[in-house]
């Protein structure tokens, strides 16, 4: 092969590996799968979600720094940005690891109720909320926060405004969202407690699907003050995640809790005996994954009843 020929011909190769880089990183981005990431932070609250379209959403942080070392592991090194920030309720088990958080990562967005609350970990949150100046959103009705088309995380409860006001169940002042991904959906309850939940089940009643969920968070840690029997139906989840820490001083989660899922043919992950709990969504099928690798198909929505007409 002549010499020159042998240069052009080195040339267009290298021009061909140039451009096919970022096409290739733009078709993956696009295929990205959801991802959910119930982190292991002991004794609390903390879940992370990754988006198709790339954002990191973060609810609640846990009761201490351990939410790091959970992020480190679940992020990448370089990404230091939490698209948009929960707070469910200012109890110090979910919101202690956010004042961590908002220390070392970038945060874009935070919504929260507003509920008047003197514990020095929500006091320290609040500060550093408004000396960072990070936008901040009051959650007093049922909405709908989209990602994507076809991703989007809807505000179930509360339904009305707790703004300033102080209430002496803090649990009953949770967050409740449901994250919807194409056919598959994760319902996360905060803490949750029966009365939410009776409210959230005769709320349903005009829109049986509003509360439909394949993958249910379950309210409070297992314990028997939530997860009725009413609002288990309502969800109709074929799969539940308690948040807990080992040996906790609370005996979480409450046998008689655990018996009923079971019952109802729910399967049960805990964080104290799984450690993380990792599931990806394509929009149709939700995987359990462990060290990175799909062990198990969990759920294939074409095969669900409750798969259909989510949104």
Known sequence: MPLKLYKILLILSAIAVITAVPTFWLTYSQVSPLE????????GDAILIKTPSGQNILIDGGPSSKVLNQ??????????TIDLMVLTHPHDDHVNGLNEVIKRYEIKKIIYTGVAHNAPGYITWLKLVKDKKIP?????????????????????????????????????????????????????????EKETESQLVKTAKTNKSDLL??????????????????????????????????????????????????????????????????????????????????IMALIETTVLNNSIGLL
């Open 36 to 43: 959910v990431d119930f982190l292991d932070v002991g004794q």
């Open 213 to 294: 969920a394949q993958v249910l968070k379950v309210g409070h840690h297992g314990s028997d003050t939530a997860s009725t029997q009413d609002f288990l139906k309502a969800v109709s989840p074929n799969l539940a995640v308690i948040e807990v820490g080992k040996n906790n001083q609370f005996t979480h989660p409450n046998e008689r809790i655990v018996n009923r899922l079971e019952r109802m043919g729910i399967r049960i992950f805990r964080t104290d005996f799984e450690g993380t709990v990792r599931m990806t969504s394509d929009g149709k099928i939700i995987k359990l994954l462990k060290a990175g690798k799909s």
């Open 136 to 192: 901040v959103t009051i959650i007093d009705r049922p909405q709908t926060i989209a990602f994507a088309d076809d991703c989007q995380l809807k505000i179930l409860y509360p339904q009305k405004s707790f703004l300033n006001k102080e209430v002496n169940n803090l649990n009953n002042t949770s967050i409740v969202a449901k994250l919807i991904y194409g056919e598959t959906s994760f319902l996360f309850t905060g803490d949750s």
């Open 71 to 80: 992020l480190g592991k679940n992020l990448s090194f370089f990404d230091k």
